[in-house]
């Protein structure tokens, strides 16, 4: 099985411990490190220092939003980065989320697949070295050209997808997808929109990535670890896109609950209605076994890529919990 790591812990860690924590994971035969980019470290600086200390890891975003930077930068920059390690690169996109955008970085926030659609195609003709004329609803761009040579090969496209609409997109148009949040009973139904649109785009899903999130503590001691966890899943279900998908994947009653609290101005309360089964199902918590078998539930499901994203809870080792739990797999 080929397994994934999330290693976003810089600069919470130093950088020699940072470092070595990314040299050890790939020592342990892990296929990629992935890097998230919201109000934690530069995406694209830490993959390049990852591809910098590293020779064989994949290097991936996940995910970068595509409002933040130019689609000329995004496709210089994973240009460049192909170029660092040729082969290694995937360049993960979302469309993130109103908050992220509008109030954090005072930008206009579009949630629509046009924009995604647009950013794809200037993005590979940015990194292919073309001539990028584009007259579309979102971007205008007028006979830009990179001058650095394109890479080959070139870096893959990855997109962050939860509902049909993206998952569609992704498989007529991308190289792979990122899930988050999923249980694998609900990985099966995702495929199905995924190659709904790789049909539309007369091809198939061979090759394609199918990449996921997994929150994960090893753990002698998980009731700490999922009564955090359980906050944070909190703070996801009270905003309505996963709201909405989270009723979708089977915990509608959950959402009901979580969300009335919330609105009363019960936030414990609200925390508390997060049912073991949503637990379960949302995260891998416990001893080294329990959580291979569950990675193995994800990789029968269809997941091509389960990707570890450690869970530190509040308080905890980060050093040490990360070296555990990353030291479980592949």
């Known amino acids: 099985m080929r397994v994934g790591a999330v290693l976003a812990a810089f600069p ?17 035969g892990y296929d990629s490190a992935w890097v998230g980019e919201t109000a934690g470290g530069d995406a694209i ?15 991936s975003s996940g995910v970068i939003p ?25 360049l993960g996109l979302g469309v993130s989320s109103r908050i992220i955008v509008e109030h954090w970085h005072g930008l206009p926030f579009h949630a629509g ?7 794809v195609r200037i993005v590979r003709m940015t990194a292919a070295g073309e001539r990028v004329n584009v007259d579309g609803t ?28 993206m998952l569609e997109l992704a498989g007529e148009i991308a190289d792979g997808v990122l899930l988050n949040w999923i249980p694998p009973e609900a990985v099966r139904a995702s495929i199905a929109h995924l190659e709904a649109g790789a049909r539309r785009a007369g091809r198939t899903l061979d090759g394609f990535e199918i990449a996921g999130f997994i ?38 009653d959950e959402m009901a609950a979580i969300n009335a609290k919330w609105k009363a101005g019960d936030r414990a309360g609200a925390v508390r209605e997060v049912s073991p089964r949503v637990l ?51």
């Open 280 to 330: 379960d199902g949302l995260g891998m918590i416990g001893n080294e076994a329990f959580c291979r078998d569950r990675l193995n539930a994800y990789a029968n499901a269809g997941l091509t890529l389960p990707v570890i994203l450690p869970f530190v809870p509040e308080g905890a080792d980060r050093a040490a919990s990360l070296r555990r739990t990353l030291g479980a797999f592949p």
């Open 12 to 28: 919470a860690l130093p950088l020699a411990d940072y470092l070595a924590l990314v040299r050890g994971v790939e020592a342990r």
């Open 138 to 165: 979102h971007y205008r761009l007028k006979n830009f050209r990179s001058m650095t040579p394109p890479p080959s090969p070139p870096p893959k496209i990855i997109l962050a997808a939860l509902g049909p609409e």
């Open 215 to 252: 929150r994960t503590t090893v753990t002698d001691e998980p009731a700490t670890v999922r009564a955090g966890l359980a906050r944070d899943i909190t703070g996801y279900a009270i905003v309505d896109v996963y709201a909405s998908f989270f009723r979708g994947v089977g915990y509608a």
């Open 113 to 119: 697949l046009g924009q995604m659609r647009e950013v």
């Open 66 to 90: 595509i409002q933040t930077r130019s689609p000329i930068i995004l496709g210089m920059s994973a240009a460049t980065l192909a170029h660092v390690a040729p082969g290694r690169v995937a």
């Open 45 to 59: 600086t830490l993959m390049t220092l990852i591809a910098a200390h590293t020779r064989r890891i994949g290097v």
